[in-house]
């Protein structure tokens, strides 16, 4: 559409009605003929709650009409400005997800500062029986959250807001529910048939000093969520992580969760491993920038996975990050890496003063979304074995270079000894049944052109539950 068009859309709506009544059955009929071929080759039908006991759960950021460009030529021009535009959109969104019929729908990006739109979706889902809830990002950015569950699948038992009061004004929602019908029918009375689901939206790593920040907002998640589990006294459940994580699978982001336990359902289903060869075989975004890429994940943590030290993870997580910033923007090697961390040191050795100046230099603190005192100190803390409070070349190549240059994998152990024999010990845990993205064209890391839903693929996941042996609590 040419830019007069656009501004006669936006000053005169009235005239485009029946052009966009055309334009939406049109896309409509083509985008729903997609979604039931999709929700076939899932096996799930449309049913909230299938005879084994599946749960279903989609993930979708939106685009919110005020981010949304109408026009290249003229940047300021946004969806929000046209009426007509947001609101067919929008309701081609939600007939999608009421024909999909999610047991949990996770949105993001949902333009929270239009009263007309958000009772458009609060309104819709209450009749299509979910129970709905959502969180506005801080400092009235106009956008947030919405999290829907269904009442014949789920009762909300507790809901926790997480404002990270941060660098992007991020949020997450944190939602305890249980199942209204036991997941396994047959002996499973006894079994906790509750789960944990998160609803984030990170930010956008607009630079690379921005990596900090992002991984910080996921650390702050498995913070508040370990917490509330030791506030709650709750025995191991599932957990699931959904929304848009602003990072792929080469990014930290994704090896700090791997660390902890965490799978990513769509790659579980779909059998792809974490290395580079599978990296990008699947994409479900098309930034700002034109780059295509893979950042909405479904994230599934079961109660039999090990999940190490939070704090031991981060650190790892951390010195990762570092490894990756001496080699792509200091181009140093394992030969020259100690003479940087000494910098001007008087001595042969690194000196906390000459640490924390290598961090500010490869851009990881110095800035307000950079590393905080507190945090520089505890990575110290993990290098300074001793502790004599410096390190020299020969405890250099035995603690920081071994964190830096040969880490420990970032993949979870998966076997343990301490796991319960007892019935009481047997948890319920998800098995990945299928995973689908929409437009199927993603699927295979290609971008239609024709796709006008969102600038953002919809991910959906189908769990089996089964019957599993739970960690022990240490005693």
Not at 79 to 94: D, F, K
Not at 307 to 328: D, Q
Not at 358 to 387: C, K, R, T
Request: a neutral charge; charged letters at 25%; proline letters at 4%.
């Amino acid at each position: 559409m040419q830019k007069k068009e656009l501004n006669e859309c936006c000053v005169g709506e009235g005239k485009t009605q029946c052009q966009m009544k055309r334009l939406r059955g049109s896309q409509n009929n083509a985008e729903m003929k997609k979604t039931r071929a999709v929700k076939r080759g899932l096996g799930c039908g449309t049913a909230i709650v299938s005879t084994d006991g599946c749960v279903s759960c989609s993930t979708f950021n939106i685009l919110a009409p005020i981010y949304k460009r109408l026009d290249k030529e003229d940047p300021s021009l946004r969806e929000s400005q046209c009426r007509a535009y947001w609101l067919s959109r929008n309701q081609r969104i939600i007939d999608r997800l009421l024909v999909e019929r999610s047991s949990i729908i996770c949105l993001q990006e949902v333009w929270l500062g239009n009263d007309e739109l958000v009772e458009m979706y609060e309104n819709t889902l209450r009749d299509a029986g979910y129970t709905s809830l959502k969180l506005a990002r801080t400092n009235n950015r106009g956008d947030g959250l919405l999290t829907a569950i269904h009442r014949d699948c789920f009762r909300i038992i507790n809901s926790k807001e997480l404002l990270f009061n941060d660098f992007g004004d991020r949020v997450a929602q944190l939602l305890h529910v249980e199942s209204v019908f036991p997941f396994l029918q047959k002996n499973s009375c006894n079994i906790n048939q509750q789960i944990l689901i998160v609803n984030t939206h990170l930010l956008f790593p607009h630079d690379y000093t921005l990596c900090i920040a992002r991984l910080h907002q996921v650390y702050k998640i498995l913070q508040y969520v370990e917490s509330y589990e030791k506030e709650h006294k709750l025995d191991r459940m599932p957990i699931i992580l959904c929304g848009d994580w602003n990072g792929s699978k080469r990014g930290r982001v994704y090896k700090f969760l791997r660390s902890q336990g965490f799978v990513s359902s769509y790659d579980v289903a779909h059998h792809y491993s974490d290395g580079d060869a599978d990296a990008h075989k699947w994409v479900s975004h098309r930034n700002h920038r034109g780059n295509i890429c893979g950042v909405d994940f479904i994230w599934l943590l079961n109660p039999n996975m090990h999940r190490k030290p939070l704090r031991t993870s981060w650190i790892e997580a951390v010195f990762g990050m570092i490894k990756y910033l001496l080699i792509r923007r200091a181009a140093l090697t394992e030969d020259n890496s100690f003479a940087f961390f000494k910098g001007n040191s008087p001595g042969d050795y690194i000196t906390f003063a000459s640490f924390s100046q290598a961090l500010s230099q490869l851009g990881l603190s110095g800035h307000q979304h950079g590393l905080s005192s507190e945090q520089i100190e505890g990575l110290w803390i993990g290098a300074d074995i001793d502790p004599n409070g410096v390190l020299d070349y020969r405890e250099f190549q035995d603690v920081l270079q071994q964190r830096i240059w040969n880490p420990t994998s970032d993949k979870p152990d998966q076997e343990s000894s301490n796991f319960g024999t007892g019935p009481e010990n047997q948890a319920i845990g998800f098995n990945v049944k299928g995973a689908a993205l929409f437009p199927p064209e993603v699927e295979k890391g290609m971008w239609p052109e024709n796709y006008t839903l969102s600038d953002h693929a919809h991910l959906t996941v189908v769990f089996s539950p089964i019957k599993i042996p739970c960690l022990q609590s240490p005693s």
